[in-house]
């Protein structure tokens, strides 16, 4: 089995939520990063720091568990919120510095 390393643990471009010794913090940098960011990196250091040690049947279940959160928010959003997915090969083709302009406009509140 390959060793899951704190480095692992990245959100969108990349961007680490984990210090080297798994503890939370932006771009490897403990408690740096915006009020979700944090939240984000408490999760992945207590995945980080337990989930080694449980079952396959056990992290399935800590899976369904995450996913009755994200289905619940489906539910409270609506479909006109979810984002597209993205293929891998098109995710390593964005560009995070491209003009703004061309990233879909957000919906006001009355288009919901």
Not at 2 to 18: H, M, N, P, T, Y
Not at 33 to 62: H, K, P
Request: hydrophobic fraction near 35%; charged fraction near 30%; glycine fraction near 8%.
């Amino acid at each position: 089995m390959s060793e899951v390393k704190a480095d692992q643990f990245v959100i969108k471009f990349g961007r680490r939520v984990l210090t080297d010794n798994g503890e939370p913090g932006m771009d490897g940098d403990k408690g740096i990063g915006s009020t979700t960011e944090r939240l984000q990196g408490q999760v992945a250091a207590a995945i980080y720091a337990n989930c080694g040690d449980l079952d396959l049947q056990q992290l399935d279940e800590i899976i369904e568990w995450v996913e009755l959160y994200r289905t619940a928010m489906i539910a409270r959003m609506g479909t006109s919120h979810l984002q597209l997915s993205v293929s891998d090969e098109d995710f390593d083709s964005l560009d995070p510095y491209r003009p703004v302009e061309r990233f879909p406009r957000a919906l006001d509140d009355d288009e919901y």
